[in-house]
């Protein structure tokens, strides 16, 4: 990979909701060209004409160098990054517009939620140029081109796929000092796959018996009957993973249940995808624990129901807004 300029990166961030823009402001504000792509209309223009802000855990404000709804109308066609960081749902269509409308041998960085969506980046761009960043810090949007960061359990991580040893693959420090820099505390990693397990572990196990029984977080971990299906979720997961090599030791069970046990009475975005009548991400979640628990012949009961549950719910709700649409 040859950079633009050794001293100033160029980014491309596809994708300015919470974690996207959070990412952004960050980056431009440390001196780093970074440019932006989201289909809202509304969010492009809010960002055009009063800039990129963030509120809350910290603050800043950035214009950043151009920002846009379509890939072909920015100036600039050559990046270091691109930075994928739209729900997974929509991976396909990034795909389809990176390939078309940029030649340079940019690293693709997947930073989103779930498992393997750096294998899937890989297929199209080859494991030389796939990257995943395991983001913790999060937030939301308060209103276009505001983002309100609630967290940051620090640090970040962040790995590549081109078979080189941490200590010889320039890429993942690299993209780690630049956010460092930028006050998103990083970490290169040989294994950012495992980070993605753990975190994703958490995700699947409140995050779709939420959206199916139209609970906040805290409302589940405090019913008893919506608890025990938390559990089992958990115990699924954690039995997946450490079949594919990852484990997290003896006190990881209750941990992660110690933990979700302080989810708020908030809404996951499965749940608020669920409400809106949007595709969620349970293929990368909840779907590809159970692909790898068939895979590798651990029982996935719960995660195959739920999956096929959350999917039902999604493509009614879909259906709905549809006919909601079309009546109007």
């Not at 078979?163 to 690299?174: I, T, V």
């Not at 993605?196 to 196990?205: M, P, Y």
């Not at 997961?237 to 979700?260: M, Q, T």
């Not at 009475?265 to 995808?273: E, T």
Request: hydrophobic share 35%; glycine share 8%; net charge neutral.
């Amino acid at each position: 990979m040859t950079y633009n300029n050794k001293n100033k990166r160029k980014f491309l961030v596809v994708g300015l909701g919470p974690i996207g823009g959070i990412f952004s402001c960050h980056l431009k504000n440390s001196g780093c060209s970074t440019y932006g792509i989201d289909v809202r209309q509304d969010y492009v223009e809010a960002i055009r004409e009063k800039g990129l802000r963030i509120n809350g855990f910290t603050s800043c404000k950035v214009n950043l160098d151009q920002v846009s709804t379509h890939l072909e109308d920015l100036e600039e066609k050559e990046f270091d990054y691109v930075i994928v960081s739209v729900k997974t749902p929509y991976l396909p269509d990034v795909v389809s517009m990176l390939k078309k409308g940029l030649n340079n041998d940019f690293k693709v960085v997947a930073m989103q939620n779930g498992i393997d969506n750096e294998e899937y980046l890989a297929r199209f761009f080859g494991k030389e140029r796939a990257m995943r960043i395991v983001i913790n810090f999060a937030g939301n949007m308060t209103s276009p081109g505001i983002i309100n960061m609630t967290f940051f359990h620090k640090p970040n991580y962040v790995g590549c796929f081109c078979g080189e040893e941490e200590c010889e693959c320039g890429h993942a420090k690299d993209l780690a000092n630049l956010m460092t820099r930028a006050g998103l505390e990083t970490e290169p990693t040989t294994e950012v796959k495992k980070y993605s397990w753990r975190k994703t572990i958490l995700v699947a196990s409140l995050a779709p018996v939420s959206a199916i029984l139209g609970m906040t977080m805290a409302e589940v971990m405090t019913n008893g009957e919506a608890r025990s299906i938390v559990v089992k979720l958990l115990k699924e997961a954690i039995a997946v993973a450490k079949a594919n090599g990852f484990d997290y030791g003896e006190g990881f069970f209750d941990f992660c249940l110690d933990y979700l046990s302080t989810a708020g009475h908030h809404k996951p975005s499965m749940l608020i995808d669920i409400e809106d009548g949007n595709p969620t991400e349970i293929e990368y979640i909840n779907g590809k624990i159970a692909y790898h628990g068939h895979l590798l012949n651990v029982p996935v009961l719960l995660n195959t129901s739920i999956t096929s549950m959350i999917k039902a719910k999604e493509r009614l709700e879909m259906e709905k807004k549809r006919k909601n649409t079309e009546c109007k």
